[in-house]
C-alpha cells in the first residue's frame, strides 16, 4: 500500500485552474503516472477523455493528453459529456481508464480530474494513492520509445450511445408523451444529451441552462441553484422541473407547484417503487450520514434497511458493491442506480422518477412527497489553526449536544476536505432543539478557534 494521498480529495483532483494543483504540469504527470499504472499487458493500451464546459478544460484536456501519450497510451477524446457517460463509455470501449475533467457543482474558475477504472469504478484510495506516489517520482525510463508513443482521436457517436443507453433505462413500452418538462443543465456537461434523451422519449422540454459559453457553467442555475427551475417551472405551467449539475452525475426535481424534492425524497421514491416491482436489491439502501432520519423512519417502517457511509458518491457505490444493493444516493442528488450505471447519473435518475409519474399518473407535488423531513441544520463554522475537533472543549459541547438531542435525533461533526471548515449538522422532530444544539457547538468551535 502507498502513502497517503495529497492531490486527490473525496471526488479526484480539484482545484482554481492554472493554479497548484490544477494547472499543466500538474495535469501533464497525472496522465503519465495514471497510464503506467493502468499498463496490463501488451495490447494498445486506450483512455477515454471527456470534459464539461469549462474554459479551462481545454487547457487540462491537452495536458493530459500529452501525458497519456508519453506514457505510450492511445487517448479517445469525447468532448463534454456527463460524468457517468466517461464510465459508461470506459467499458463499452474495453478502455484500460476513463477520465473526466470537471469540478461538478463548483464555479467556472474552479476544475478537476476524476479518474474511471476498466470497470467503469471510481478508483480506490489505495489505487489513487498510488499514481500519487508514481507522479512524486522520477517516471523518465518508464516512457515510452519514440515508436511506441500514444496516438489520440475522436469518438463521434459518443454523445449518440450515452443517450441510447440512458434511455434504455426507462420501461419498454412507456412514452412521455404529453409530460411538459423544464430542464436546466446548469450550463454544463449535459446541455446537449439530456434535452435529446427527453425529447426522443415524447416529452415537450424547456431548456434552461442549456447555452454555455465557458464561464457560465452553474452560474445561478443548475441543481445548487434552483430558483430559476422553479420559476420557469410556474411560468410554462410544466408537470416537472429538473435541475443537473455542472457534469450531470446529481440532480435536484422541482413538482409543478414550484416546490423543491431533494436526493432522499428521490431516493425514496425509487426504493418504494422497485421494492413494489421486486427489482430492488439487498433489502434496502445505502445513503450518507447527511440523509435525514425521515428517510430511514420510512424505509424501516416498510421493512426495508438505510445503510449510511460517508459523504461521497463514492462511498455509497463501494457500500452498495460490499452489500449487493442496487439502489444508493445522497441528499444532495447523487442517484446510483447500479443496474445501468457504475457511478451517480442525474438523468437515469429522472427517467426513474419519470416512469414512476407516469405509472400512477399523478401529478409530482403528491408522488414525490414521500415522507415529512425531520427538521435539520446545518452550518458551516470556519477555523483557524489544527482542527477544533479533538480540543477538549468541543468534545464537551459535542457530549452536551448529544445528551440534549437524546435518542430522538442525532449530531454529525465533520472536517472539510478542502477548506479550514467543521460542518456542524443536527436533526430531531424538535425545531427548535436542533437549532440550540447547532448554535453550542458552533460557539464552542469558534471560541477554540479565537484563543488560536
Same mark, same amino acid.
Given at each position: 500500500?502507498?502513502?497517503?494521498?495529497?492531490?486527490?480529495?473525496?471526488?479526484?483532483?480539484?482545484?482554481?485552474?492554472?493554479?497548484? !494543483?490544477?494547472?499543466?504540469?500538474? *495535469?501533464? =504527470? %497525472?496522465?503519465? #503516472? /495514471? &497510464?503506467?499504472?493502468?499498463?496490463?499487458?501488451?495490447?494498445?493500451?486506450?483512455?477515454?477523455?471527456?470534459?464539461?464546459?469549462?474554459?479551462?478544460?481545454?487547457?487540462?484536456?491537452?495536458?493530459?493528453?500529452?501525458?497519456?501519450?508519453?506514457?505510450?497510451?492511445?487517448?479517445?477524446?469525447?468532448?463534454?459529456?456527463?460524468?457517468?457517460?466517461?464510465?459508461?463509455?470506459?467499458?463499452?470501449?474495453?478502455?484500460?481508464?476513463?477520465?473526466?475533467?470537471?469540478?461538478?457543482?463548483?464555479?467556472?474558475?474552479?476544475?478537476?480530474?476524476?479518474?474511471?477504472?476498466?470497470?467503469?469504478?471510481?478508483?480506490?484510495?489505495?489505487?489513487?494513492?498510488?499514481?500519487?506516489?508514481?507522479?512524486?517520482?522520477?517516471?523518465?525510463?518508464?516512457?515510452?520509445? !519514440?515508436?511506441?508513443?500514444?496516438? *489520440?482521436? =475522436? %469518438?463521434?457517436? #459518443? /454523445? &449518440?450511445?450515452?443517450?441510447?443507453?440512458?434511455?434504455?433505462?426507462?420501461?419498454?413500452?412507456?412514452?412521455?408523451?404529453?409530460?411538459?418538462?423544464?430542464?436546466?443543465?446548469?450550463?454544463?456537461?449535459?446541455?446537449?444529451?439530456?434535452?435529446?434523451?427527453?425529447?426522443?422519449?415524447?416529452?415537450?422540454?424547456?431548456?434552461?441552462?442549456?447555452?454555455?459559453?465557458?464561464?457560465?457553467?452553474?452560474?445561478?442555475?443548475?441543481?445548487?441553484?434552483?430558483?430559476?427551475?422553479?420559476?420557469?417551472?410556474?411560468?410554462?405551467?410544466?408537470?416537472?422541473?429538473?435541475?443537473?449539475?455542472?457534469?450531470?452525475?446529481?440532480?435536484?426535481?422541482?413538482?409543478?407547484?414550484?416546490?423543491?424534492?431533494?436526493?432522499?425524497?428521490?431516493?425514496?421514491?425509487?426504493?418504494?417503487?422497485?421494492?413494489?416491482?421486486? =427489482? %430492488?436489491?439487498?433489502?434496502?439502501?445505502?445513503?450518507?450520514?447527511?440523509?435525514?432520519?425521515?428517510?430511514?423512519?420510512?424505509?424501516?417502517?416498510?421493512?426495508?434497511?438505510?445503510?449510511?457511509?460517508?459523504?461521497?458518491?463514492?462511498?455509497?457505490?463501494?457500500?452498495?458493491?460490499?452489500?449487493?444493493?442496487?439502489?444508493?444516493?445522497?441528499?444532495?442528488?447523487?442517484?446510483?442506480?447500479?443496474?445501468?450505471?457504475?457511478?451517480?447519473?442525474?438523468?437515469?435518475?429522472?427517467?426513474?422518477?419519470?416512469?414512476?409519474?407516469?405509472?400512477?399518473?399523478?401529478?409530482?407535488?403528491?408522488?414525490?412527497?414521500?415522507?415529512?423531513?425531520?427538521?435539520?441544520?446545518?452550518?458551516?463554522?470556519?477555523?483557524?489553526?489544527?482542527?477544533?475537533?479533538?480540543?477538549?472543549?468541543?468534545?464537551?459541547?459535542?457530549?452536551?449536544?448529544?445528551?440534549? %438531542?437524546?435518542?430522538?435525533?442525532?449530531?454529525?461533526?465533520?472536517?472539510?476536505?478542502?477548506?479550514?471548515?467543521?460542518?456542524?449538522?443536527?436533526?430531531?422532530?424538535?425545531?427548535?432543539?436542533?437549532?440550540?444544539?447547532?448554535?453550542?457547538?458552533?460557539?464552542?468551535?469558534?471560541?477554540?478557534?479565537?484563543?488560536?
Amino acid at each position: 500500500m502507498s502513502g497517503p494521498r495529497k492531490l486527490f480529495g473525496t471526488d479526484g483532483i480539484r482545484g482554481t485552474a492554472n493554479t497548484d !494543483p490544477m494547472t499543466v504540469e500538474v *495535469a501533464q =504527470r %497525472l496522465g503519465q #503516472a /495514471a &497510464g503506467l499504472r493502468f499498463m496490463r499487458g501488451t495490447h494498445r493500451h486506450r483512455v477515454v477523455l471527456g470534459k464539461d464546459t469549462r474554459l479551462s478544460g481545454y487547457m487540462i484536456e491537452c495536458a493530459l493528453v500529452s501525458g497519456f501519450l508519453a506514457a505510450g497510451i492511445d487517448v479517445t477524446l469525447v468532448g463534454p459529456l456527463p460524468t457517468p457517460a466517461i464510465a459508461l463509455l470506459t467499458r463499452s470501449l474495453r478502455a484500460d481508464l476513463g477520465v473526466m475533467i470537471s469540478a461538478s457543482h463548483n464555479p467556472f474558475e474552479d476544475n478537476g480530474i476524476k479518474l474511471f477504472g476498466p470497470d467503469g469504478f471510481k478508483l480506490s484510495d489505495d489505487v489513487e494513492a498510488e499514481i500519487e506516489a508514481l507522479m512524486a517520482s522520477d517516471m523518465s525510463s518508464r516512457l515510452a520509445k !519514440p515508436d511506441m508513443i500514444g496516438r *489520440a482521436s =475522436r %469518438l463521434t457517436d #459518443a /454523445a &449518440g450511445r450515452y443517450v441510447e443507453s440512458a434511455k434504455a433505462s426507462f420501461p419498454r413500452g412507456r412514452r412521455l408523451d404529453g409530460l411538459r418538462i423544464v430542464l436546466d443543465c446548469a450550463n454544463g456537461a449535459a446541455y446537449r444529451v439530456a434535452p435529446t434523451a427527453l425529447w426522443e422519449l415524447g416529452a415537450e422540454v424547456i431548456r434552461i441552462g442549456c447555452t454555455p459559453d465557458g464561464l457560465n457553467i452553474n452560474h445561478q442555475c443548475g441543481s445548487t441553484s434552483p430558483r430559476a427551475l422553479s420559476t420557469a417551472v410556474l411560468e410554462h405551467r410544466a408537470d416537472l422541473g429538473i435541475a443537473l449539475d455542472g457534469d450531470a452525475d446529481r440532480l435536484l426535481l422541482c413538482d409543478e407547484r414550484g416546490q423543491l424534492i431533494d436526493g432522499d425524497q428521490i431516493l425514496a421514491l425509487i426504493a418504494r417503487s422497485w421494492a413494489a416491482s421486486g =427489482r %430492488l436489491e439487498g433489502g434496502g439502501v445505502v445513503a450518507t450520514v447527511m440523509s435525514n432520519m425521515g428517510l430511514e423512519r420510512l424505509l424501516v417502517g416498510d421493512g426495508l434497511k438505510l445503510e449510511r457511509t460517508a459523504v461521497g458518491d463514492r462511498y455509497v457505490v463501494e457500500r452498495m458493491r460490499e452489500l449487493g444493493m442496487n439502489v444508493g444516493g445522497e441528499q444532495s442528488g447523487h442517484m446510483v442506480l447500479s443496474d445501468f450505471a457504475t457511478t451517480g447519473d442525474g438523468l437515469i435518475g429522472a427517467l426513474q422518477v419519470l416512469a414512476v409519474l407516469v405509472e400512477r399518473g399523478r401529478p409530482a407535488s403528491e408522488a414525490l412527497r414521500m415522507f415529512t423531513p425531520f427538521p435539520q441544520l446545518l452550518r458551516n463554522e470556519r477555523f483557524v489553526g489544527p482542527s477544533p475537533l479533538l480540543n477538549p472543549a468541543v468534545q464537551e459541547a459535542r457530549r452536551w449536544a448529544e445528551d440534549e %438531542l437524546g435518542t430522538t435525533g442525532r449530531l454529525l461533526l465533520r472536517e472539510s476536505g478542502t477548506e479550514p471548515v467543521v460542518r456542524v449538522m443536527a436533526e430531531a422532530e424538535d425545531e427548535a432543539l436542533v437549532a440550540r444544539v447547532v448554535a453550542g457547538v458552533c460557539d464552542a468551535i469558534r471560541r477554540v478557534s479565537v484563543a488560536a
